[in-house]
């Protein structure tokens, strides 16, 4: 489990010689000698996508215990290439941070916040000439390096054949959403999917 | 209701204008000539704070009907100076957008995830030369100019009883809370809080 104060920790003397954001920096992928995904120390600073509660695309999954917030960020480089084109360019990095949900912190009394603790943090990573060569998936176990998923995990297959915007999940970031509709760069698959439940 | 579609449109003449992101750029409020604060056009791409969902901070409120996120943002001029001193500089926006929460959207089954539409904008500005004189609220009923909440309504003192950081909510913005904590700038109102919970 990551804690957030280890992500802190991280994330600031990164910053510190920084004068601006990342945002104006390179801010692609970058890989240990044996292919690993060097943990992107500045994701916080990134462009928010969404935030979701409790989600799964799994029909037979059990509620969870506790519940799980779903933060997307994604590099700012990358963002500005899709308000032009409705797609992702080439080095893109999508970051899925789970934190646990919390009720009753202070003085909120009904409803959910977010933990101090990060509870998962996986990077979906578009780059040519990485160990993946195209898309890939990279979970973080501690906040240095993580391995590439091996393409037979299901979270190819799913991205591939549901998700909106060249196997990311559009669908769920309100803000990209139109966008991708307006350019023209909704996936065969989603769109056969709305048609399907449409008929439904 | 400020529809997700306004924003953008407002957003990207904007952006188009800036071969930066406006982290570099001045991102401090602006006001028209009668003292309203202009729209925050580009708080999207401004740091991310955190999400709730269904959030509450009145004992006697019915649960919503339907459900409400949460998503604050701030401008990245205010998150570098709180990165430095834990707590917050002059010119400081904080910006609470409210989306709908959606159940069974394409292909998620359970849980919840962020409308398109924007159902409610609300930003908290501190500003020692604007109208407000220090920190003030401005609720946007549409994507221009908002006028000053009077001083009179219950959000100022409820944050001022109750907030962390010098009338903010940090205590639910898991990124900053740690930070505050070892710069000793939590305020007397929540320490007294903390210790009233510890004692029941």
Redesign the interface.
Known sequence: MLR??M??ILA?PA?AAAP??P??LPDGPAYSDDGQLKFPENY??W??L??????????G?Q?AAHPV?D?V?VN?SA?RAF?ETGTWPDKTMLVLEN?G?ESG????????????DVVGLEVHVKDANGPQHGWGFFSFDNPRFAKLTPRTASCYS?HEA?A?VDTT?V??Y??L???AERKGTLSAG?RK?VSTRAED
Chains 1, 2 share one sequence.
């Open positions: 957030a104060s992500l802190l600031l910053f601006v954001l945002a104006t916080r600073q462009i928010f969404s935030a979701g509660v409790d989600m799964s695309y799994n029909p999954a509620t917030f933060n960020f700012p963002w308000q934190r949900g912190h202070s003085i909120n009394v009904r409803g959910t916040t977010q933990s101090a799913c549901h909106a999940f669908q769920f309100p803000t959403y139109g966008l989603y999917d």
